[in-house]
Structure formats: structure tokens, C-alpha cells
Nanobody, 116 residues
Framework: QVQLVESGGGLVQAGGSLRLSCAASTTILSIHAMGWYRQAPGKQREFVAGITSGSRTNYADSVKGRFTISRDNAKNTLYLQMNSLKLEDTAVYYC??????????WGQGTQVTVSS
């Protein structure tokens, strides 16, 4: 199982930006796909953005044009650049990795709070 550690969350005003990082315990070249999910209070965890080993990306409609997912294979790190943040982006953000064998791993989460 891959160990994942998120960082970069915090408090930001609406319209601001944050960049989340997810450091993996193994080379992410061996990981089939990675992604970001979020969970707001009282809501189910939802998909935010994903990237495959071939760097193909996809996004939830709610973040398209505002968030960018990327990966640095040399640093074994996944990123989520979040711009034009909205109040509704407030949530705990989780990093996920799925190996080619189908094993899924989750990080502990990082809190993002957007204030008005």
C-alpha cells in the first residue's frame, strides 16, 4: 500500500488561491492513477480531479477552469492548484492513489476553508 501525506491546506478568502501537495512513499511512476477528492461537513466524499500515469486529466464540473492537477514524478508528488476559490470549495481534501493492481490508498486529508 502507498503512504500518502497531504499538505498545503489552510484558510483563504474567496477568490484566492491555494496549492495542495500529496507526497507518496513510493515512485508514482508505478501508480496507475492519482486523484483528489473532498468531503464537506455533512456531505459524501466527492471526486475533484484525477490524473493517470500517462498524464491524462479529468475534473469535476464544479472545478473545471479553476483547479489544475499535476504530478512531479521526480519528487513523487501530486499537486492541486486551486484558483478562484469559492465558499463551496470548503472541505477536507484527500489524495488517492490506485496501483495497477487495483489497490487504493488514501491520505489523512488536509482542511481547506474559504471565507467571505
Amino acid at each position: 500500500q502507498v503512504q500518502l501525506v497531504e499538505s498545503g491546506g489552510g484558510l483563504v478568502q474567496a477568490g484566492g488561491s491555494l496549492r495542495l501537495s500529496c507526497a507518496a512513499s513510493t515512485t508514482i511512476l508505478s501508480i496507475h492513477a492519482m486523484g483528489w477528492y473532498r468531503q464537506a461537513p455533512g456531505k459524501q466524499r466527492e471526486f475533484v480531479a484525477g490524473i493517470t500515469s500517462g498524464s491524462r486529466t479529468n475534473y469535476a464540473d464544479s472545478v473545471k477552469g479553476r483547479f489544475t492537477i499535476s504530478r512531479d514524478n521526480a519528487k513523487n508528488t501530486l499537486y492541486l492548484q486551486m484558483n478562484s476559490l469559492k465558499l463551496e470549495d470548503t472541505a477536507v481534501y484527500y489524495c488517492n492513489a490506485v496501483t495497477s493492481g487495483g489497490i487504493s490508498s488514501w491520505g489523512q486529508g488536509t482542511q481547506v476553508t474559504v471565507s467571505s
